[in-house]
C-alpha cells in the first residue's frame, strides 16, 4: 500500500478530545454541541453559518448535510490537526467499476491520546461521483473519508458530508414500486427498457399515454424515470 | 488464510450464524461454537423446507430442473417418529405446494427484480469464503478467520440473501441481523471491493399482497467500517469470556438451558 504523510497547516488552537456526551437523534441545530480537550462546550453553530449546514428528513428523523467548507470549519474550531495519513486501499480497474479506496487517519491535537486518532474509509467511483470529479476519485475518496473522519471524532451522529448524497436518494427512492405494481406495467416498462431507437422510444410513449389513466402514481413515476432516462441514453449513443 | 490466530480467542473463526447465536444468548454461543456440542437430533422441518426453496432458487438460477421436492423429501429428518405414513405423506404434499408456489412467484418476478432493484439475474449461487479477519482502514489482524456462504453473488456485485418467511422482515433487519453487515465486510476483505448492495430476498409464505419481498441497502465504504467496528465489538466481548445468558425476547425458548442440563454448566 502506498503511504504518504501530508504536511498542512497546523491547526490554530489545537484543544479537542472525541466527544463522550453524543445528542439525541433529531436534535435542533441550536442544541448540538462538542467538546473541547479543555473540557470547554462548543455550540455547533457558533462554528458554522446557514450556509454550511441543511437539514433532511432521514426516515422520520432530522439529519444534517454539512458542506466541506463547514466541515473544515468544524476541524479548525475544534483542533482536529491537518496533518494526516492518506492510504491507498483500491486502485481503479475495470473489475471493480474504476473503483477507488483510501483510508485517511485524523489527530487531534492530542496525538498521544488514542481516543482522538481515526481512521476512516472513503471511495469513489464512477457511480458516486459526477462531472469533473470522476477525474479525481482519489482526491473525492480522501475528501469523503476526511469528512467522514472529522464528524465521527467530535460525534455528530446524524451529520453526513454534502458528497454523500451523489444520486444515492434516487436509487432508495425507486424501489417503492410493488410487485403487483410493477407485474401491471412491465409491458410497458420492456418497452422503454429495450427501446434501440428513439422512434422505439417514442412508440412506447405513446402506448403508455393511452393507458395513462390506468396507472397509478407510482408506476406512472417508475416509467416517467425510465423513459427519460434511456432518452438520455439513446441520445447520448447517437 | 489466517498466519496469526490469536490463541486468547475462545473460537478461531466466526460466521454470520454464530454472531447471531453470540448476540442472542452468550452461553449458547460458548456451548455451540466453544465447547461444540450439539443436541440430540429434533426434526428440522423448516430447516428442511428453507433448503429445499434455496435449492430450487440455486437450480433456477443454473437453468437445471427443480429439485424441491427430492431434496424435501427426507424422511429421515422431516418425519416424526411416531408419524403414520399417510399423515407424512399429507404434511409432505401440503409443503410441496407452497414451496413450489414460492419459487414460481420468485421466478415470475426476475424483471421486477432486474428493473426496480438492478439485481441481475446473472452471477453466482453458494460461494463459500473463509478469510482473515483485519480492519479494512489499516489491515490490523483481529486474530480470527471470517468464514461463509453468500447465497448469491450478482455480476453486478451485488450480495443476495435468500429467505423464507411467514412474515415480512422489518426495515431494521437490514441493519442489526449480523449477516447484512458481516457479508459486505467478508467480501470487501475478500475481494478488496465493496460490493454494490446487500439484498435479503424474502420468499413469503403467508402473503396478503407481495408474494415476495425485497430490503435491499446500497453500500458505501462507511458501512464497511461501520460493520468492522459491530464486528470487532463482537471480538472484545469474546475476550471476556462471560458466558451468560441472554435477556432478549427469544429467552425462554433459548436452547442454552437444554445444554446445560445436558452438558453441565459452564
Redesign the interface.
Known amino acids: 500500500m502506498a503511504r504518504k504523510r501530508k504536511n498542512k497547516e497546523q491547526a490554530e488552537e489545537p484543544k479537542v478530545q472525541r466527544v463522550e456526551e453524543r445528542e439525541t437523534e433529531g436534535s435542533p441545530l441550536s442544541d448540538i454541541k462538542f467538546k473541547a480537550l479543555d473540557g470547554q462546550t462548543v455550540q455547533l453553530m457558533d462554528v458554522l453559518d446557514e450556509s454550511h449546514i441543511m437539514a433532511f428528513d432521514g426516515h422520520g428523523v432530522t439529519k444534517y448535510k454539512v458542506s466541506y467548507p463547514g466541515v473544515k470549519a468544524l476541524a479548525r474550531a475544534a483542533g482536529i490537526k491537518a496533518n494526516y495519513y492518506v492510504d491507498v486501499r483500491c486502485t481503479p480497474s475495470l473489475e471493480n467499476k474504476m473503483t477507488t479506496i483510501v483510508s485517511v487517519t485524523l489527530y487531534s491535537a492530542a496525538e498521544k491520546d488514542s481516543n482522538a486518532v481515526i481512521t476512516k474509509l472513503g471511495e469513489a467511483s464512477d457511480e458516486n461521483t459526477k462531472g469533473i470529479a470522476k477525474l479525481y476519485k482519489a482526491t473525492m475518496a480522501e475528501k469523503r473519508a476526511y469528512v467522514r473522519g472529522v464528524l465521527e471524532l467530535l460525534g455528530l451522529d446524524n451529520m453526513y458530508g454534502e458528497d454523500e448524497f451523489s444520486g444515492d436518494e434516487e436509487k432508495t427512492a425507486e424501489p417503492e414500486l410493488s410487485s403487483t405494481d410493477y407485474q401491471a406495467i412491465s409491458k410497458y416498462a420492456d418497452a422503454i427498457l429495450k427501446a434501440k431507437t428513439s422512434d422505439e422510444l417514442e412508440e412506447a410513449g405513446e402506448e403508455i399515454k393511452e393507458v395513462a389513466d390506468e396507472l397509478n402514481a407510482t408506476q406512472t413515476s417508475f416509467l416517467r424515470r425510465h423513459y427519460s432516462k434511456r432518452d438520455g441514453e439513446l441520445s447520448a449513443g447517437f | 488464510m489466517n498466519s496469526a490466530l490469536d490463541s486468547s480467542l475462545p473460537v478461531q473463526k466466526l460466521t454470520a450464524s454464530s454472531i447471531k447465536d453470540f448476540e442472542a444468548c452468550p452461553l449458547l454461543f460458548y456451548y455451540k461454537h466453544v465447547y461444540r456440542v450439539r443436541l440430540p437430533f429434533e426434526r428440522q422441518m423448516a430447516l428442511v423446507f428453507g433448503s429445499a426453496v434455496h435449492k430450487g432458487v440455486e437450480d433456477f438460477y443454473n437453468g437445471k430442473p427443480n429439485t424441491f421436492l427430492e431434496d424435501f423429501k427426507r424422511k429421515d429428518i422431516t418425519k416424526k417418529e411416531d408419524q403414520p405414513e399417510a399423515d407424512f405423506l399429507q404434511e409432505f404434499a401440503e409443503h410441496k405446494e407452497l414451496g413450489t408456489k414460492l419459487l414460481t412467484d420468485f421466478v ?2 426476475q ?2 427484480l432486474e ?3 438492478g439485481i441481475s439475474p446473472r452471477g453466482v449461487s453458494e460461494q463459500k469464503f473463509e478469510i482473515e479477519a483485519k ?5 490490523e489482524p483481529l486474530g480470527l478467520n471470517l468464514k461463509g456462504t453468500y447465497d448469491r453473488i450478482t455480476s453486478t ?1 451485488g450480495i443476495l440473501e435468500f429467505k423464507t418467511s411467514k412474515k415480512p422482515y422489518k ?1 431494521d433487519d437490514l441493519e442489526e441481523k449480523p449477516q447484512s453487515w458481516f457479508y459486505p465486510l467478508s467480501f470487501f476483505l475478500e475481494r ?3 460490493p454494490e448492495s446487500f439484498s435479503y430476498i424474502v420468499l413469503l409464505k403467508q402473503r396478503k ?4 419481498q ?1 430490503l ?1 441497502k ?1 453500500l ?3 458501512d ?2 461501520m460493520a468492522f467496528r459491530k464486528l470487532k465489538g463482537v471480538v472484545m466481548q469474546l475476550k471476556m469470556r462471560n458466558w451468560v445468558r441472554g435477556n432478549g425476547r427469544f429467552e425462554d425458548n433459548c436452547d442454552c438451558q437444554r445444554f446445560v442440563k445436558l452438558f453441565g454448566r459452564v
Open positions: 415470475d418476478r424483471s421486477w428493473h426496480v432493484y480492519n479494512p482502514s489499516t489491515d456485485g426495515k478488496h471491493a465493496i399482497k407481495e408474494p415476495v425485497v435491499q446500497k458505501t465504504s462507511d464497511i467500517d
